[in-house]
């Protein structure tokens, strides 16, 4: 393995993707570097959610490279799961399962292993996103918002992926709730050595937890930087967007 | 670097020393599980647990937990564990795993299976009566929004209702057709074939007439009128009722009960009539086939035995029930989705509840019409 590699976690080059006539990425790059958290930018509709899925193989691509820890990805969907973890916007719970089976879920299907320690290390990811155990045998439909992100959040974690994706993550969630998020998702990244690729509209989780803000627009990454750096950015979409009305107010409440 | 995950153990007098070596991670939990408990007895017969932490070259959630079971098994019996040589960036990790599964519910006390049997009849006898007020509410409510309607007729949503007509009743019409051909051509077989023996071929054609027109034919289109259309009744409503668009009619002020269900029990009440008129017709004209080609008896034949054997009575009995049966398949389809619950699961159980309640109450009515019919005489 060279330097390159060891260094980033995610690597996109030369991106292309569209459905039918529209182009939705157009020929983008951009480099997720290991242990950081990147939070991710961009107008509704403007494929922040188009890029992940890229990136997890869900979209098909029409140009350019993506490599993952190492590897380049295309086909391959054994193991996937070893690889990443992914928190969907709205849960994707099974709603069959219990919280208890939708977090053995991933360890039942790509590991052999015994039914008691799955259980132990079910409640032991469910206490570490800060559910308690007399939860684990709800449904999914008997849970709150919050609950059930932080169920979603123990799922993707099942396997301790060295990547986990964040569709929106505090979206639907109120302040404090969002804030505690925010803060367990720090205290994960730090604990397991996570690399995070977040996408949000959430400017206190950009500020709070994101290591660095990539701007999406026009199907390109605009910008890219800690976030200070995003505020000091001279493009006409990226000061839109932290220096409308509403981000300015927030600012000053942060200051 | 290993790539093996080891655990080396060395007893010193009544202390012993653990040292997990290599990769202690997810990808290698079955060797991580035999290892661990492989050292089980050792641990449990020394004095003091030391684990040396310093080989360990990866290390996550999982086998953070198996080292952590090892030395909270030692601790549990008051004897000492401690780890050592943990490296700095797996001392998080190691701390976090110290904090869970210390609480550990109790487990559900198994319960008598004789009781929990007689616990599910009692549940289930008493859903029963559930079920015949939620029918009868439905009823209820169906009842008001007619009147609602009779005194408003411009509240009858006829776009709605005129949709629910094309697709339970237009759409419906080829596999009805083609069923209930084929019910009745078998039917005349039967009676070919086994009348033939006393002489009795004739009366194959009463046979036919006064049971596709009676009985089987309202019967078998309810019944697929039941599983095609109540299915897609209830699975449509439970998914609205998952998405709370149910919810959203009714705080806009609308009663979901006038704009969702009676456009859909109104549509089936006036289609299965037609549908099963439709049916009986198929059913006697394949009859017919039949009594040409295997009877050899002639279409003209057929036709004057038929109107000798029918009457307008044996119709009327047959085409009276088809708007009752349609109104229990409405009933039952649209209460059955509205009881569906947030889950996929609730959606496919209630749609089979629906499908198996309404075509047992379908047959049921059959019977309870057979009676009356019989004790007024007709």
Redesign the interface.
Known sequence: MDESQEEFAIRVRDLVVGFGRQTVLDHLSLDVRRGEILGLVGASGGGKSVLMRTIIGLIPRQGGSIDVMGQPIGGRKEGAA?TWGILFQQGALF??LTVRQNVQFP?RE?????QE?MD??A???L??VGL???DADK????LSGGMTKRVALARA?A??PPILFLDEPTSGLDPIAAGDFDALIGTLQ????LTVFMVTHDLASLTTVCDRVAALADGKIVAIGPMRELLQSEHPWVRAYFHGKRSQMLQHEMR | MNSEPLLLTTPSGDALKLRPEGPWTAANVSALETLSRSVGADVDRSRAVTLDMSGVSALDTLGAWILEKLSRRAASSGRSAEFVGVADHFSGLMDEVRQVNRHTPAPAVAQNPVLLRLGDLGRSTVSAREDITVFLQMLGALFMAVIGVLRRPRSLRLTSLIYQLYRIGWQAIPIVVLITFLIGAIIAQQGFFHFRRFGAESYTVDMVGILVLRELGVLIVAIMVAGRSGSAYTAELGSMKMREEIDALSTMGLDPVHVLILPRVAALIIALPILAFIGSIAALYGGGLVAQFYGGMSPAIYIARLHEAISVTHFEVGILKAPFMALVIGIVACSEGLRVKGSAESLGRQTTTSVVKSIFLVIVLDGLFAIFFASIGM
Do not use: C, F, H
Not at chain 1, 190 to 193: D, I, S, Y
């Open positions: 070893m709603s069959s360890l790509n590991l052999v292993l015994s320690l132990e290390i409640i032991a990811k206490e570490m308690r155990a007399q449904y999914p439909s008997e974690l396997l301790d730090k604990t397991l050595g």
